[in-house]
């Protein structure tokens, strides 16, 4: 899923990202509170219209920006309360108060507020942050009145395996219609990540969509995709195509690198992405030298096409029982170009 934080994927119009083949966006819940405020997005007919986007959409509840701002503010098992980034007025909330938040902007499906960690994190500290997200998925569930919307569930638990697995089957029981994993990839050893992850999906029901949260770099996805998740997503592709990096099957290639100067072949010659039909890398590598905003734009459209390919060449290994085969041979190429 393209990240649209601000209620736009940077850079891109949305007939660009559907181009790129994205079929879901995300947003961001506490940003969008903060500016424009839910109330005009709601009285622009809610953020599809606003934006200018009719596909499905998704907002995470800003739980993971809200906690990066601990010290601004306090958490107790009623809500958190900080200081807003922007205009340094104290802000309050509840499980409830997001809920209502996210019914107000209109996304198809939306998160409850969670206790993001960083890492490391003590195990009390971590045992208090799963706790209080089982607690507040259950009031943000009595809290949920759309049932156009369809709200997930959030299992965190830090990185302490026995709480991990006592989060995912606390969780799990609530019966949610689908179900995400907060609080990996935030600094930990990444064979840490994948082996919390792996406690988690097993105990995860099979017939409800999985989404790992905060997740793209494409060896991870693969590696999640091998532990049973459906979903993903991540700033990456577009953050960085911004600063000249581009995504493909043969790793990242770096475009300011004086390498590329003459450069005259396509990104990738099967990729049927705007950046790659009509524009070399020794053209594109320009742009970015000469500082003109064509060079970005062309990046994260490319970055995220190759993204959707991904997932769909994963869905077609999936679907023709050889997902190990194509996994294997994927992350051979990947750890040794990434």
């Known amino acids: 899923m393209p990240v649209g934080t601000h209620g736009t994927v940077r850079a891109l119009t949305p007939e660009e990202v559907r181009e790129a083949g994205a079929q879901i966006v995300l947003a ?10 839910a109330d005009l997005v709601q009285r622009a007919g809610g953020l599809h219209r606003f934006m200018h986007w ?11 920006q809200i906690f990066s701002l601990a010290h601004l503010g306090r958490v107790s098992d009623d809500g958190v309360a900080f200081r807003s980034p922007i205009e340094g007025c104290l802000v309050h909330l509840t499980p409830e108060r997001v809920t209502e938040i996210e019914e107000q902007l209109g996304a198809d499906i939306i998160m409850p507020l969670d206790v ?24 943000a569930r009595a809290a949920h009145r759309r049932p156009d919307q369809t709200l997930f569930g959030i299992v965190q638990g830090g990185f302490e395996p026995d709480l991990r697995a006592r989060a995912a089957e606390e969780m799990a029981a609530r019966e949610f219609p689908g179900y995400a994993v907060g609080g990996l990839s935030v600094g930990e050893p990444r064979e840490l990540s994948y082996d919390l992850l792996a406690l988690v999906t097993d105990r995860l029901p099979a017939d409800r969509p999985r989404y790992l949260m905060g ?9 999640a995709v091998r532990r049973g998740v459906d979903m993903f997503d991540c700033v990456l592709p577009t953050r960085v195509g911004r600063t000249g990096i581009a995504l493909t099957a043969a790793g990242r290639l770096n475009l300011r690198q004086a390498a590329f100067a003459g450069d005259l072949s396509a990104l990738e010659e099967d990729c049927a992405c705007p950046a790659c039909r009509g524009y070399s890398r020794a053209y594109i590598r320009h742009l970015f030298k000469a500082g003109e905003m ?9 970055n995220l096409t190759f993204m959707v390919r991904l997932a769909r060449a994963a869905r077609s290994a999936i679907c023709a029982d050889r997902f190990d085969v194509w996994s294997r041979e994927m992350l051979d190429r990947y750890h040794t170009a990434w």
Request: glycine share 16%; charged share 15%.
């Open 28 to 37: 961001n819940t506490f940003h969008l509170m903060l500016r424009p405020g």
């Open 54 to 64: 009719d596909g499905p959409m998704l907002t995470d509840s800003g739980g993971y």
């Open 116 to 139: 993001c960690l960083g890492y490391p994190a003590s195990r009390a500290v971590a045992e208090e942050g799963m706790r209080r997200t089982g607690v507040w998925a259950g009031r």
């Open 215 to 223: 997740v793209g770099v494409p060896p991870s996805v693969v590696e």
């Open 294 to 302: 064509l060079g970005p734009r062309l990046l994260s459209l490319h």
